[in-house]
């Protein structure tokens, strides 16, 4: 009896201080087997999972090894002390007809009498402990051995499931870490604030948990207009942080490629539709906004409307064009979202999610439209700045001792500033400073020109008289770099000059906010130009060079071209939208 | 860009420097036509200038034919390289009346 006291307290002992539990399992089964003479012994598992509950052997000592062994959870003796909770002797196994007799008729083994206890905490089923065929005395087990096991199986099941208590809040704190890496990683797809005091577009994010399914995002365009969306996706979730993130990539990866607000939204839809998951979508807004004018070109996919607040204090409300992203486009007729365009003139704009308007400033009462224009009445009459505006509705919501229902996220384009320097800065700025940054960044690729292959140099510029300087520019840079002569250079200039003006006059026909795509390259022996428009197509036909013996002003810009080019060629563009010159001439 | 307007021999002198492109050509077009409008004879310095495209050749163009139409002189001077070889390929050096110096043109116009 004190051997099997000292077996308690050892096994107890062992599985307290345990770093492993399937060893301790084995170390302990191997040392009650011993102890009650057994041949043999095993200790299951059960498995309740998405499968039929089974019992796996995590442990077995013997003559035969069983460990890994799965049987069904109501099979067999081991089943029946499982599901009954409650021990079994079996003396004489070959005529139980419980007895699972396959089980020997495989291993070689011949299973005489069994005697199995339950592993249970309080109500939890967590398996059961059987040792099989005693060798001493008169080869039987005795009720003195039942309680024995019943003993040891109880302080088992209590290692097993502290255990398994302690494998779950590791595994809770694994994701807690791993949360807070998401809400990281969330919080750095955001725009910085960024060191410059003046900058017109400011946002806020406060996430409800620990991520966010709301976003912002604004980039500055090459030519100076600031792009900007704001977006809420349905839910609070993970589900709702990663389909933003999706959303927040697109917007930025299609946005630097074709910033047209209406379109952008069409295609950032036609993406997420592809492959997002079904009931879920996002309100979205997605604007253009020009600090040289203070215009600004929205579209709205089915987002809460902004709001304009004037410098004589009248607040305007701008409605969704569309429905939300996320709606098949086939529901919808697809399309471009529609487009608006307003005109700040030293006002202000509010883009928010619904977190910022139904939030509670006090228990039950919502903040509402009228509270946030009443915040933002107030700020402005302070003199407080757009960003402290704006934090000081998120402040109020989130200060307020309510808990947050959902995200709040407040965007501002703030044209005060942007007019005071329009008014003070009259000429026309021929190159402004994001210009100059593009070509002195996109100077040549000396390597294409080594390798007499690739780009030289991609632009990307609005279609305007004023960006044909930069135009000639990097053309008349790469054309040097390939060997070209000075007379050749400038003719190249002409060249490529006279084709974007065409684009800029008679493609978009002086329609503002065009883009224009010119891609220098060399390929082989051929320095070659494309220029890319997304302006309707025009008639090829169309396009014919002046007879020259006819002096009058204009129409000279297709003989400059045609002589200077080796080969011109107008191709289809790869998408359908726009038009797409290909230039030649031999190096 | 820049025009410079002086007045010797009764006509007008229209120096031009800098980049004569489609954002500047318009400038280009009102100066020279608005000389014509005076009523004085015109001779364009061309010898500043870098850079010229179709739509500054087209306001020499415009302002030749207007001139024409009120049968005043019209004529280019000191044409540099850059904007000769342009009216080449427009093989325009063949219509404009053009003349090696200032000199040369107020003797011939004046």
Known sequence: MNNQLELLVEIGRHFAATQDIEVTMGHALARIAELMEAEGGALFVLEEGETEPHLICHASVGPVDIKGLTVPADKGIVGRSVTTNSSEMVRDAQNDPNFDTSMDAQSGFTTRSILCAPLSVKDERIGAIEVVNKTGGDGLFANDDLTLLEALAASAALAISNARMAGELAEKEVMRRELELAAEIQRGLLPPPGEDDDFPVRGVNRPARVVSGDFFDFFIMYDGRIAFTLADVSGKGMNAAL???????????????????????????????????????????????????????????????????????????????????????????????????????????????????????????????????DMIRTGVSDGLTAQARIDAVANRLSDSGQVLRDDITVLVIDDAKPLQNRQSHDDDVIMNDTMKKQIEGASMDEGAVQSHDGSLCALTLPARASSLKLVRRAVGDTAAACGFSQEQCQDLMLAVDEACQNVVRHAYAGVADGDMVIDIRREGESYVVLLRDHAPPVDVAKIVPRNLDDVRPGGLGVHFIREVMDDVEHLSAPDGQGNLLRMKKVI | MDIDITEQGGLNVVAISGEVDLSTSPKVRDALLGCISGGKGVIVDLSGVAYIDSSGVASLVEAFQTAKSKSLGFALAQVSDTPMRVLKLARLDQVFVIYDTLDDAVAAMA
Do not use: W
């Open chain 1, 243 to 373: 389909l933003m993130a999706k959303t927040a990539s697109l917007f930025r990866c299609l946005g630097k490629e074709d910033m047209r607000p209406g379109r952008l939204l069409q295609r950032i839809n036609a993406e997420v539709c592809e492959t997002s998951m079904r009931g879920m979508f996002v309100t979205m807004v997605a604007g253009i906004y020009d600090p040289a004018s203070g215009r600004v070109v929205l579209a709205n996919a089915g987002h809460e409307p902004p709001l304009h607040h004037s410098t004589d204090d009248q607040f305007k409300t701008l409605e969704a064009t569309a429905p939300p992203v996320g709606i098949p486009p086939e529901l919808t007729g697809g399309g471009a979202v529609p487009e608006e365009v307003l005109h700040l003139n030293g006002g202000s704009l509010y883009i928010f999610t619904d977190g910022a308007t139904e939030g509670y400033v006090a228990p039950g009462v919502e903040l509402g439209s009228d509270g946030f224009m």
